[in-house]
């Protein structure tokens, strides 16, 4: 079993940055991939980014790339996401997830674990 505690999280003005974190609990295979996720009010959840556990390979949704990276720190058992140049359409929800296979899916059902999420938003 897998835990997922995600923070840092806010408020912040559009064109600043913010780093969100997601510190996992439990054991992390080589096969893991970790992801984060976003869902803004009424609107489906949708994919962010997301990178392996033991390999250097990343994958970014359209809207971030450039903007936002994702890392990980293997020895903290945490994966961290961070955002740069935000805009008021990243305004969200910030889910961080772990998938135990499918190599930087894309899509939600492929993750297994999740965490509670942590509130990201960009005011104008």
């Known amino acids: 079993q897998v835990q997922l505690v995600e923070s840092g999280g806010g408020l912040v003005q559009a064109g600043d940055s913010l780093r969100l974190s997601c510190a996992a609990s439990?054991?992390?295979?080589?096969?893991?991939?970790m992801g984060w996720f976003r869902q803004a009010p009424g609107k489906e959840r949708e994919f962010v980014a997301s990178?392996?556990?033991?390999?250097?390979?990343?994958y970014y949704a359209n809207s971030v790339k450039g903007r936002f990276t994702i890392s990980r720190d293997n020895a903290k058992n945490t994966v961290y996401l961070q955002m740069n140049s935000l805009k008021r359409e990243d305004t969200a929800v910030y889910y961080c997830?772990?998938?135990?296979?499918?190599?930087?899916?894309?899509?939600?059902?492929?993750?297994?674990?999740w965490g509670q999420g942590t509130q990201v938003t960009v005011s104008s």
């Open positions: 997830a772990a998938a135990k296979y499918g190599s930087n899916s894309d899509v939600p059902s492929a993750y297994d674990y």
């Open positions: 990178i392996r556990w033991t390999i250097d390979r990343t």
């Open positions: 439990g054991r992390i295979f080589s096969s893991y991939t």
